[in-house]
């Protein structure tokens, strides 16, 4: 067997998270905090790569008095320690040093006094990758978000070094009352303004100014130039949000509720009435990463064929009509146009009774195993072979409203059954299940209502990869919606009571 070849520098520098920050971008940032000299005497990048920045600082007309930067890889370091020989004012100092292994207000040692700026970019890494390559010790393991147990050993708690590296700065240089300003991602930056209103962060003012990652970095991710003031005195409750780094007017502001961050202040306001907790549960989709297989589409000739072409001829009582979040984004009546297989109606469901009661269903999904044995996600561990997730008896319910999570403007829509069979709803959507026509219709009027769209607008992030959660539903009140609508006894009739369950039903329908 080859032996695998060595990481590149270039590999490596990923993944440190090392965007070393364009020239041109440095100027832009530099001038939106306005005259350097005029209001810091100091400045601080503390992760400072080549030096991009601290050049930057270096060419203004009002230059700090004294730069200092740190940085853990000696190359980079070497390069922006050569910048001291085109400082004619100004004091330049470049450590190579691990910045969470250094007390940013007892180790480091400033000649001069007076405003401190802190600027720059930082990594954009996650302490799950940092810890993979290698690059680096990172910070102490910590349960910073507050994340439950679960919610830890799935993920929840790996989160970018940079956020790790705002909350030390803010926190150890909280004497020097600094500015700082740096560049990071945009879900960084709001889980440090999140971080901020939970710990009591003496932060008094906060502001967000989008950037064009793409065109600066050629990285497929919504980034920002972060800036707080850190003192004391009013703690700051809300952020401007810029479209970018010239513009003068916001775009939205953010802000707490409770321990919530909240996209759009001024839509919340509209809409608040609402935030609680929805007394009907939101499901998602069906889940079965294997799309070649599992999704079918008619052809011209009547018979179906997979994402291979290939002619399917199995029993059609394990076939149903399947809507995409495509789909529901897209006409005002979306009409499924595939189709997808359901080989379980409960989680619990063994796929091994259809070999007796589907044999050409069996036989096909056998053919295709190696499919579903190459996938990758955990949720199938230990179930059996051709699970699928997100099956109960609401999957089959003949009536929803539902919603795609992937698109950033919401829209309900009112699903039904097609040709008598109900309609599934892929793992990119989200859906109440109803008995009804009427029970979908009124749930969908309702749920598109200015007030009801104000509020998910101001719970979802447009620039996540998935706007729209599970999460974010639940936190709908249907009943204040329908009582502020004037349809209260509609509520009382149609959802007051038990939510309706279909009658749990063995394959095939």
Request: net charge positive; aromatic share 6%.
């Amino acid at each position: 067997m080859k032996p695998p070849s060595p990481p590149t520098r270039a590999s490596k520098l990923k993944d440190l998270g090392d965007f070393q920050t364009p020239p041109g971008l440095v100027s832009l940032v530099l001038d939106a905090l306005g005259p350097i000299g005029g209001r810091f005497s100091r400045a601080l990048e503390p992760t400072c790569g080549r030096g991009h920045f601290i050049a930057g600082l270096l060419d203004r007309p009002d230059p700090p008095r004294e730069v200092r930067g740190f940085e853990v890889q000696p190359e980079h370091a070497e390069a922006a320690r050569a910048l001291a020989d085109r400082a004619a004012s100004t004091r330049v100092v470049v450590e190579v040093a691990d910045l969470f292994r250094v007390d940013l207000g007892r180790d480091v040692p400033w000649s001069e006094s007076g405003p401190l700026l802190v600027v720059g970019n930082l990594p954009w890494v996650t302490t799950a990758a940092l810890g993979a390559s290698g690059g680096g010790s990172g910070p102490e393991r910590s349960n910073s978000r507050r994340v439950r147990g679960i919610d830890a050993m799935t993920g929840g708690s790996n989160f970018d070094i940079s956020e790790a590296i705002w909350l030390k700065l803010i926190r150890e240089l909280a004497p020097e009352r600094p500015t700082i300003a740096l560049l990071c991602k945009s879900a960084v930056a709001r889980a440090v303004l999140r971080a901020i209103g939970l710990d009591d962060l003496p932060v008094a003012r906060a502001s967000i100014r989008r950037i064009d990652a793409p065109r600066w970095f050629r990285a497929g991710v919504d980034a920002c130039l972060l800036e707080v003031e850190v003192g004391p005195g009013p703690k700051a409750a809300e952020a401007p949000v810029f479209p970018d780094l010239a513009a003068t007017e916001p775009a939205s502001i953010l802000g707490l509720a409770g321990d919530r961050l909240i996209a759009d202040v001024d839509a919340y306001r509209r809409s608040s009435f609402a935030d609680g907790a929805c007394p009907l549960t939101w499901r998602q989709g069906v889940k079965h990463d294997a799309s070649p297989v599992m999704e079918l589409v008619q052809g011209e000739d009547g018979r179906l064929r997979n994402g291979r072409g290939e002619v399917v001829d199995i029993e059609t009582d394990y076939v149903f009509p399947l809507l995409k979040g495509t789909d529901l984004a897209g006409a005002k009546r979306p009409r499924p146009s595939r189709s997808v297989i359901a080989t379980q109606r409960g989680l619990a469901d063994d796929t091994a009774g259809l070999e007796g009661v589907a044999p050409r269903l069996w036989s096909y999904l056998d053919e295709n195993r190696p499919t579903f044995e190459r996938r990758k996600s955990s949720i199938y561990r230990g179930r059996p072979p051709f699970a699928m997730f997100g099956v109960g008896d609401y999957t089959f319910a003949p009536h929803k409203v539902a919603i795609s999570g992937l698109h950033k403007a919401p829209r309900f829509r009112a699903v039904g059954p097609v040709g008598g069979r109900p309609t599934l709803l892929d793992d990119t959507c989200y859906f109440l299940p109803c008995r009804t026509s009427d029970q979908a219709e009124t749930l969908a009027e309702i749920l598109n209502r200015p007030e009801a769209l104000d509020l998910i607008r101001a719970l979802a992030f447009s620039d996540a990869k998935r706007p729209i959660t599970k999460a974010i539903l639940q936190r709908i009140d249907l009943k204040a919606l329908l009582e502020r609508a004037g349809k209260g006894e509609a509520w009382r009739h149609e959802w007051e009571s038990d939510w309706p369950k279909s009658p749990r039903r063995a394959i095939p329908n």
